[in-house]
């Protein structure tokens, strides 16, 4: 296999950028930035949502253009703004979590479209975008149909697709926004692999992801942000995940297990007995229990969504028995689940939790706006508004005026919308699909703390977790699933993380 030739990691900047400011109308969303990337490392960008991490890339790329007193090096030429047609001569290109391909498009076609696009003639040169396709591919070692349509692809292939685009745009500096954010530890494993291949061939990579384990893994240097300030540039080695979260955030955070599990004697809220939907999952026994946590874990396609979906009535079981306190049920829509005090938290806040134009107050109430109305039909207001203030408290949701859009909040405060909507139902079984992805370390910290609080008022809670970490510190109990079968079930403090990956990968 030919991949990119092995060049020496020298200290060389690609980019060194100083002084770099950015104003918003009432937000100093960049002060006094500076920063080098260096050709051949993987540089990571560490920091909360809202830090000034995105901004520096739009920077960077050409998008947002800097204060007056900005100095930009790029490949030894000095500029004060950069364009984004200035930033792709130069090599830059920036792999957004949307990634921006064509899904009715091939593997070739979206590879080295940018490079062949139609001549005089108007014929697109398809040949030549598909051996374009077959070296970049061939240069990371990646393995893929060009033919094959992108919108049948994996998210971790989309992933390699995106990269071998930019390799194909002959880049020097590749900006990976939370690359890892929908991928499995094996999926993941995978695009490091590739990470390293852009760097042996004295590439730049820019690495940007909320999990700490993953940028210290592949990092070379971290560059901290906060408050828009850069806290430091540090080589990863002098760096630990403890501590660098401490530089993220101002915070100390201590993991240790739940102080207490619910006693065995409490009562199941929902019971599940030999439940199983044909292609998803088989033969599923499991209970819930008032005051508890309990974490499904599993790799994607395990079945874990898919069950979840079933208990809250999205999708009938072909067989199987769901009893919620003692009476059997069964779910033909998510109302009946709702009528029967189940609610559910979907991994999609943007397209299934929320309506992101609509305002905060209008997102909170959506699922009892009819039992917000007078005897004459009319909404009572007063009543509405002290259901949004009540949640907007419990919650620590930080928001300055419950009428503006959902889409002005951080990532955190959204997924706590996300999860107001559903606490107004006053459910007594609470399911929270992945409900930290793409949050911040320090609001991961205030979701985990929400689940604790809602358990302790009595509420039985389940969890899809994407990691380990997340349902070892965090659940009563942790259910493995693989390929549809629940597998095991561990208690944390009688267990260790490296029994649950054993457990997961089988």
Request: net charge neutral.
């Amino acid at each position: 296999m030919n991949t990119l030739s092995t060049s020496p990691a020298p200290a060389e900047a690609f980019i060194s950028l100083e002084k770099i400011s950015k104003k918003f109308p009432g937000v100093l969303a960049l002060d006094n930035v500076s920063l080098t990337l260096n050709k051949g490392e993987v540089h990571c960008l560490a920091g909360q949502n809202g830090c000034g991490k995105s901004t520096i890339i739009k920077v960077i790329s050409g998008v947002y253009q800097p204060e007056k007193g900005a100095a930009i090096t790029l490949d030894g030429k000095l500029f004060h703004t950069l364009t984004p047609q200035l930033s792709s001569y130069y090599g830059i290109q920036v792999i957004y979590q949307d990634l921006s391909l064509f899904p009715n498009l091939s593997v070739a076609e979206n590879i080295a479209i940018h490079r062949y696009l139609p001549g005089g003639d108007f014929w697109v040169h398809r040949e030549a975008m598909r051996k374009k396709a077959l070296a970049a591919m061939q240069r990371v070692g990646v393995s893929l149909d060009p033919d094959r349509k992108v919108e049948k692809l994996s998210i971790a292939d989309r992933q390699l697709v995106a990269i071998c685009r930019a390799i194909a745009a002959d880049a020097s500096l590749v900006i990976m926004d939370e690359p890892t954010a929908s991928l499995t530890r094996t999926e993941v494993n995978g695009l490091l692999r590739v990470v390293n291949e852009l760097k042996a061939a004295g590439i730049c990579v820019v690495f940007v992801s909320h999990r700490l384990d993953e940028v210290m893994e592949v990092a070379d240097r971290i560059s901290v942000m906060r408050d828009g300030k850069l806290v430091g540039t540090y080589p990863a080695s002098s760096l630990d995940s403890n501590e660098l979260a401490f530089l993220m955030t101002g915070q100390r955070f201590s993991y240790s297990h739940l102080p207490h599990r619910a006693p065995a004697e409490a009562t199941p809220l929902l019971e599940v007995s030999h439940l199983s939907r044909k292609g998803q999952y088989q033969d599923i026994s499991l209970s819930l229990r008032q005051g508890e946590i309990t974490s499904i874990i599993g790799l994607l396609g395990s079945g874990r969504t898919e069950l979840c979906l079933s208990l809250f009535g999205m999708s009938q079981p072909d067989s199987g028995e769901i009893r919620v306190n003692g009476n059997a049920v069964k779910f033909h829509s998510n109302r009946d689940a709702i009528r029967h005090g189940i609610a559910y938290v979907s991994e999609d806040r943007l397209t299934q939790g929320l309506v992101m134009e609509q305002s905060i107050y209008d997102n909170t109430l959506v699922s009892i706006f009819d039992k917000l109305h007078t005897a004459t039909g009319l909404m009572d207001h007063r009543k509405a508004a002290a259901v949004v203030k009540d949640l907007i408290r419990d919650l620590n949701i930080k928001v300055s005026d419950s009428a503006l859009p959902v889409k002005t909040l951080s990532g955190g405060n959204a997924q706590r919308i996300a999860i107001a909507k559903w606490v107004a139902t006053q459910p007594h079984i609470l399911i929270l699909d992945s409900p930290t992805v793409g949050v911040d370390i320090a609001n991961k910290e205030g979701i985990y703390r929400i689940a604790r609080d809602l358990a302790e008022s009595g509420m039985a809670v389940l969890m899809i977790c994407d990691e380990i970490p997340e349902a070892y510190y965090n659940s009563h109990r942790v259910l493995v699933m693989r390929k549809g079968q629940l597998v095991a079930e561990f208690a944390p403090h009688q267990s260790s993380e490296a029994q649950i990956a054993e457990a997961i990968n089988g």
